[in-house]
T-cell receptor
Framework: DSGVTQTPKHLITATGQRVTLRCSPR?????VYWYQQSLDQGLQFLIQYYNGEERAKGNILERFSAQQFPDLHSELNLSSLELGDSALYFCASSDHLASTGELFFGEGSRLTVL | AQSVTQLGSHVSVSEGALVLLRCNYS??????LFWYVQYPNQGLQLLLK??????LVKGINGFEAEFKKSETSFHLTKPSAHMSDAAEYFC????????????FGKGTKLSVKP
């Protein structure tokens, strides 16, 4: 158990819809990262938050947005969903802004868009 | 920009045989390198990491990796494969000096034959 909690574990929805994925980092971790894992693209970094502020942005679509709340949990919002958004979405956390250590990963939220 | 290339999307070995998973990196700064393992329907778990110091790094479950700057490589090895090692393995490099997010390779799926 990494200590990172993601909900929901599975989500099935239709094209054009909007979903919210939630992540609770390890106790004490200030940084939260979102990754998308798909068969064709592999593990793609989406976005990082540190103590409530956006710190780094990767290949995140404009239809996607995220935020980190004062209690440090984070949400990833995916809107106007397309078939290609079907993927496993991981949240990870670390204790520093630019840690030399590891990222701790949750078990992921599997999104299926029909 | 930092990047990682994993040679071989699938590797199959017999139980008891040597495991060798190849990773080459590109980094404009001294690299921090990581190997993660992903078991089916689970998140990523850190196997080992290299930041500074000793170039031979030992990790969990009998795995080790050697950082070779001249070859820009960070190959993962295990002397004797076990059935429980069957999983997908990801090599990763830190995105930058002041960044905590990781850039992942596309992964190598390891199969272990009895």
């Amino acid at each position: 158990d990494s200590g990172v909690t993601q909900t929901p574990k599975h989500l099935i929805t239709a094209t054009g819809q909007r979903v919210t994925l939630r992540c609770s980092p390890r106790s004490g971790d200030l940084s939260v990262y979102w990754y998308q894992q798909s068969l064709d693209q592999g593990l793609q970094f989406l976005i990082q938050y540190y103590n409530g502020e956006e710190r780094a942005k990767g290949n995140i679509l404009e239809r996607f947005s995220a935020q980190q709340f004062p209690d440090l949990h984070s949400e990833l919002n995916l809107s106007s969903l397309e078939l290609g958004d079907s993927a496993l979405y991981f949240c990870a956390s670390s204790d520093h802004l630019a840690s030399t250590g590891e990222l701790f990963f949750g078990e992921g939220s599997r999104l299926t868009v029909l | 920009a930092q990047s990682v290339t994993q040679l071989g999307s699938h590797v199959s070995v017999s139980e008891g045989a040597l495991v060798l998973l190849r990773c080459n990196y590109s980094s404009s700064v001294p690299p921090y390198l990581f190997w993660y393992v992903q078991y089916p329907n689970q998140g990523l778990q850190l196997l080992l990491k290299y930041t500074t110091g000793a170039t031979l790094v030992k990790g969990i479950n009998g795995f080790e990796a050697e950082f070779k700057k001249s070859e820009t490589s960070f190959h993962l090895t295990k002397p004797s494969a076990h059935m429980s090692d069957a999983a997908e393995y990801f090599c990763a490099v830190r995105a930058g000096v002041s960044q905590g997010n990781l850039i992942f390779g596309k992964g190598t799926k390891l199969s272990v034959k009895p």
